[in-house]
């Protein structure tokens, strides 16, 4: 485990596909940010919250530099607000991360350059990675280039490691449809007690 790393929570964001601010959506009655938190809480001294309204007693709300500036304005907001330490970077929308993958990506870095990013069937997931303490300035770089993907990022990355890891934990929440089937997944596996139509998803409506 990386000792010298802090955790960052991407909680900004516009929600427009969901049609609600996804950090206060609910599994078995706690938000998905105050999930994450107490998930992170486990393993960070330090949690950032970076873009949303607020942060959860203990974390620390780092405002996005450039609002509507997508993932990587936060993680750009969250390397400056980490001082040079390494960065734990994962999404509000994915309430279901677990320790073991953290364990699996949080290992010490070898460079201040290196990240070390989940994959998933083959696919990187930039949004739950570690980056090391020095990506600061090529996150900035590459924010105030015509391409400012997470993935034009990762090409860049001097020293990248992708690590396997199952699907389940990085379930993505973006749409009410997303939403009601982890509901149901939930209840249906035992992780929630609460039936699906308590959770609240049923009053979600899809962006026209």
Known sequence: MDRNAVAAVLAGGTNS??????????????????????????????????GGA?????????PDPEPGGGPLAGVAGACAAAEGRDVFVTAVDMPLLDLDVIDSIAAPLLSYTQARIARVSGRPQPL?????GGLGPLV??????????????????????????????????????DYASLSVLAWETGTSSREPRQNGWENLSSPQ
Do not use: Q, W
């Open 128 to 132: 739950c990675g570690l980056y090391g």
């Open 140 to 177: 900035a770089d590459v924010l105030d280039s015509a391409d400012r993907s997470m993935m034009a990022f990762l090409r860049r990355v001097p020293h990248l490691t992708l690590v396997d890891v199952p699907e389940g934990p990085l379930r993505n929440i973006n749409t009410p449809e």
């Open 17 to 50: 596909r969901m049609g609600a601010d996804k950090a206060t959506l609910d599994i078995d009655g706690e938000a998905f940010l105050d999930r994450i938190v107490r998930t992170l809480d486990e393993r960070f001294d330090v949690v950032l919250v970076c």
């Open 54 to 62: 607020r942060a959860p007693a203990g974390t620390v709300l780092v």
